[in-house]
């Protein structure tokens, strides 16, 4: 049974950090890209960042570029995120989403791409 599984959120106050983690199992194929999506109450789910796991591409939002990171170990099948100088805007459910496909800086913001999703971390940025 395929699973991703995120941990790792919390409450923190701005300014601070958080990482994420995602860990894939139970995958019978190879996956191309990992991303983090968010969904902040009444708001559509958003991406966040996208990673190609066999070329290490690299995508972020234009609201985290250079605030967060996005990196993997394909040898524990994981995925993290690290969120520095966090903002209340940054407040939301993260979710982890695993693509059979190949997608580029074009694409990887849409959900349709994904194939398995994780059930959410909560992330809570206030003073």
């Known amino acids: 049974q395929v699973q991703l599984v995120e941990s790792g959120g919390g409450l923190v106050q701005p300014g601070g950090s958080l990482r994420l983690s995602c860990a894939a199992s139970g995958f019978t194929f190879s996956y191309d890209a990992i991303a983090w999506f968010r969904q902040a109450p009444g708001k559509e789910r958003e991406g966040v960042s996208c990673i190609g796991v066999s070329d290490g591409s690299t995508y972020y939002a234009d609201s985290v570029k250079g605030r967060f990171t996005i990196s993997r170990d394909n040898a524990k099948n994981t995925v993290y995120l690290q969120m520095n100088s966090l903002k209340p805007e940054d407040t939301a459910v993260y979710y982890c989403?695993?693509?059979?496909?190949?997608?580029?800086?074009?694409?990887?913001?849409?959900?349709?791409?994904?194939?398995?999703w994780g059930q959410g971390t909560q992330v809570t940025v206030s003073s």
């Open positions: 989403a695993a693509s059979e496909n190949r997608l580029s800086g074009s694409t990887w913001r849409g959900r349709s791409y994904y194939d398995h």
